[in-house]
């Protein structure tokens, strides 16, 4: 169970305003964390705490397939984001990462506090619960392990 603030972004996010490209000069994921979505929310990156969460429209993380947008979200203190829909690319990068998702449409406002089920696909918003997509099993492994450098790992023994 995931339970964090939430913030809003609406639809079409891209991967352009999670994390600017002219931060990706370096490898250094704190910089990043520093400006993650200050192409929405200049503030952003002061503002979220460990174990926030994101709740956005459709079509999240569209735009290029850079992984640093996943890794600024995760290095910045985002448990999970959940949103209508995802890009394909950047959905695979977040698991790969070991950052959470969810597929819902919860009716939430900013700074509630949520509450993520990963294993049963719900989202709890007080009283209300509203039914999400479920990950398959072996994308809930991935994201158990701590993304797929370390899912692969252990399952070669080497963890």
Not at 83 to 111: D, T
């Amino acid at each position: 169970m995931i339970r964090g603030k939430a913030w809003i972004f609406g639809d079409d996010v891209d991967t352009d305003v999670i994390i600017p490209g002219k931060y990706l000069r370096t490898k250094d994921a704190a910089l990043w964390a520093a400006h993650v979505m200050e192409g929405l929310d200049p503030d952003f990156a002061i503002k979220v705490k460990k174990g926030d969460l994101i709740v956005a429209g459709k079509n999240f993380g569209s735009g290029s397939s850079r992984e640093q947008a996943p890794r600024a979200l995760l290095e910045a203190g985002v448990a999970v984001v959940v949103a209508r829909s995802f890009a394909r690319i950047f959905y695979r990068n977040a698991i790969n990462v070991g950052l959470p998702l969810m597929e819902a449409e919860p009716v939430v406002r900013e700074g509630e506090v949520v509450e993520v089920d990963l294993a049963a696909g719900t989202v709890r918003i007080g009283e209300k619960v509203y039914q999400g997509t479920r990950l398959p099993d072996f994308l809930m492994a991935i994201l158990q392990d701590g993304g797929l450098v370390p899912h692969r790992r252990k399952q070669k023994g080497l963890a």
